[in-house]
């Protein structure tokens, strides 16, 4: 079974510019969550998707926004970008939105803002 | 609220050593527990989880138990080799329906030496 997918893999964009990712998730699996990993923060939660719908989300501004399609994949978009949000984006699926099942990562979009 | 405590690092080990991370977390709640690894330039595997208390999680020679009593669950292996250098995250998932998102520690990353 093929794990999750994510593109692209790198990004580069100047401040101002906004950047879509995608998550393709683990066949099957109907939740995706996002998280952003730096150097400063670690790795922190940005939002979840079930069922196309957002369940859960973090503590981060409105500029950090997703959505989730019928067939599971994911996408999330940040606008008006700024040098802080240069990071690591993982995404992550899990079969449901129970919080025993294990989230499966993705290789990660390594976001770099100039 | 929930979060999680982990030994800080760096470690560096020799072959054959013996290792123990040090996790402990604060939750309401049942939380899942979960050991990920990750490996440069890549994003998290699941090394091994628990999802209820004296439940002990292993995976490549790595264990973990859960300790309702003392909320810890520390990371053991008897014999690290070179290839197990890489950067340890503990983390835990509320366990509740809906609000399905890990929260890490800060990582704790190996060097193992020949």
């Known amino acids: ?114 | 609220g929930n979060s999680v405590t982990q030994m800080e690092g760096p470690v560096t080990l020799s072959e054959e050593a013996f290792l123990t991370i040090n996790c402990t977390y604060t939750a309401t709640g049942y939380p899942s527990l979960f050991w990920y690894v990750q490996y440069p330039g890549e994003g998290l595997q699941l090394l091994l989880k628990a999802t209820k208390a004296d439940d002990k999680g292993s995976n490549k020679g790595f264990e973990a138990t859960y300790r309702k009593e003392t909320t810890s669950f520390h990371l053991e292996k008897g014999s690290v080799q070179v290839s197990d250098s890489a950067v340890y995250f503990c983390a835990l998932n509320s366990g509740v329906t809906g609000a399905n998102n890990l929260f890490f520690g800060t990582g704790t990353r190996l060097t193992v030496i020949p």
């Not at chain 1, 400063?40 to 989300?57: A, D, H, I, P």
């Open chain 1, 1 to 114: 079974k093929a794990g999750v997918t994510q593109t692209p893999r790198y990004l580069i964009k100047t401040r101002g510019q906004q950047v879509t990712l995608s998550c393709s998730p683990i066949s099957g699996h109907r939740s995706v969550s996002w998280y952003q990993q730096t150097p400063g923060q670690g790795l922190q939660f940005l939002f979840e998707y079930f069922s196309e719908t957002q369940r859960n989300k973090g503590n981060f501004p409105g500029r950090f926004s997703g959505r989730q399609f019928s067939n599971s994949r994911s996408e999330m978009n940040v606008s008006t970008l700024e040098l802080g949000d240069s990071a690591l984006y993982l995404c992550a699926s899990s079969l449901s939105s129970g919080g025993a099942d294990t989230q499966y990562f993705g290789p990660g979009t390594r976001l770099t803002v100039l």
